[in-house]
Nanobody, 125 residues
Framework: QVPLVESGGGLVQAGDSLRLSCAAS????????MGWFRQALGKEREFVAT????????HYSDAVRGRFTIARDNAKNTVYLQMNTLKPEDTAVYLC??????????????????WGQGTQVTVSS
């Protein structure tokens, strides 16, 4: 497992932007797909976005496609989630995750073996 630490969350207004970061320590994430998930209060964890190890293939949930962009910098061992045009329904704890197996695409929660603690994003209307 790879220790992951998210940052960049906060309280913003609808229409604003935020950039989340996920820094890995102790082990390189360069061979692993990385993903972002979110969990709103009282709801199940849901997939947001994933990016493959080479950063040339990304997938998004329908809820965020066109507004969010996932990126990675393997040299910095960091993954990012740029969130634009935020909506109140984007309010959630956002979690970063690393895939369990290298050199794969991962979109399901069960395919990720390392998780961060999460960062809170709150969007006011």
């Amino acid at each position: 497992q790879v220790p992951l630490v998210e940052s960049g969350g906060g309280l913003v207004q609808a229409g604003d932007s935020l950039r989340l970061s996920c820094a890995a320590s102790g082990s390189s994430i360069s061979r692993y797909a990385m993903g972002w998930f979110r969990q709103a209060l009282g709801k199940e964890r849901e997939f947001v976005a994933t990016i493959n190890w080479r950063a040339n293939n990304a997938h998004y949930s329908d809820a965020v496609r066109g507004r969010f962009t996932i990126a990675r910098d393997n040299a910095k061992n960091t993954v990012y989630l740029q969130m634009n045009t935020l909506k109140p329904e984007d309010t959630a704890v956002y979690l970063c995750a690393a895939a369990s197996q290298p050199f794969t695409i991962a979109t399901r929660s069960s395919q990720f073996g390392s998780w961060g603690q999460g960062t809170q994003v709150t969007v006011s209307s």
